[in-house]
Every structure is written in C-alpha cells, then in structure tokens.
C-alpha cells in the first residue's frame, strides 16, 4: 500500500514537470519555428493531453485502498465552507472567463488571438486566480476526504504550482515587461489583500 502512495507521489511530480516543459517557452518557441503549420493547435492539444493524462493519474489515485489520516465532521464542514465552495466558485469563474482562450479551441474557427495581459475582473484581486482556487479546492477536498492518496495529491500540486507560479511570472514578464511589472506591484500573487478605506 505504502509503495503505491509513492508511486502516486512519483507520477504527480511527473506530470508536473511534463506539464511545466510542454508550456515553457522554450518548447514553444521551437516549435513555432520549426512545426508552423501545427503551432496554432499546439495549444489544443496541450488541453486535450493535459486533461487525458489528469484523469489517468486521478484514476490510478482512487484505485488502490489508502490510509484515513483524520477522523472529525467539524473539520469536514468547515473545510467544505472555507475551502472547497470559495475554491471551486473560483475555479469556476477562471476556467469560464478563459476557456476559449486557454483552451486553443478557438484555433479551430479563427486566427491565433493577440495576447493581452488580463487585469479586469478577479485578476483585479490576485494575478493568479485559477491557482489560488486550485489549491483551496485540493486542501479542502483533502480535509473532507483525509486519506494519504489526497494528501499526497494535494501536497504535489501545491509545490507544482509555488514553483510553477515563478516561471510563470518569468515568462509573463518577459512577454509583457513594464506593465506586468507595474501590475506585480500593486496585485498580490495568490492571496487577495484586502484593504479598508481609511479617512
């Protein structure tokens, strides 16, 4: 049982290096010099295998039996209220605002859209929502269902995205220069600060 666990920790840590290098700027750069033809779906089929490959790693995740870790229905609701609800609320509105963009569906019918640096909306509170739901939703699903399979998962994806997030903000830095440097200045990256009007 135990050796699945790590099995499952090996093949999160897998997908997440395979997942950073397929969206670096580096593979893309070579290949939208060297596969034009194909480059404006790269972005479709880096959704289309990034999704097959989550569900395969899901489906390993819950098929083995895995050590309950906590045992209390206080922490079940109030992580269902704190973490789960704001998480997926917020997960849902990124993926919704962007899943035409993100997603290269759109490569199928038009051109390949000019990137712009998005600042409107939920990005008005932090630079990187989708991930600030993401990692509410996996904590949360963790605490409601406290097994070690989850906390693996959840501990995976949480240093994915802490070390993801920085080249992340490499690479939009370099796309966007000053302006996304002016927009770091003044919107936290994960956490929303809040801040009261003071007289």
């Known amino acids: 049982m135990i050796f699945q666990h790590f099995v499952l920790a090996f093949l999160w840590i897998l997908y997440g290096i395979i997942h950073s290098l397929l969206a670096s700027i580096t593979v893309k750069s070579f290949l939208e010099k060297n596969a034009k033809g194909i480059y404006r779906y790269y972005r479709l089929f880096y959704s289309i295998f990034a999704f097959v490959t ?32 704001p998480g997926a609320l917020i997960m849902i509105v990124s993926v919704y605002k962007y899943f035409r963009l993100l997603s290269g569906i759109r490569t199928l ?3 390949l859209p000019e990137v712009k640096l998005e600042i409107r909306g939920i990005h008005k509170y932090v ?17 409601i269902f406290p097994f070690l399979n989850n906390l693996v998962a959840a501990l995976a994806i949480t240093g994915y ?15 966007f220069g000053d302006h996304y440097r002016e927009y770091v200045s003044k919107v936290p990256m994960l956490i929303p600060a809040f801040k009261l009007n003071s007289k």
């Open 109 to 111: 019918y038009e051109s």
């Open 127 to 143: 630079r990187h929502p989708l991930y600030t739901g993401t990692l509410l939703f996996v904590w949360g699903l963790f605490f």
């Open 161 to 175: 995205t802490l070390i993801g997030i920085k080249f992340e903000e490499k690479k939009l830095l370099l796309q």
């Open 54 to 85: 989550l569900v395969v790693l899901l489906i390993f995740q819950y098929s083995f039996h895995s050590i309950l870790l906590i045992q209390s229905n206080l922490i079940k609701y109030i992580s269902m209220l704190l973490l789960v609800i």
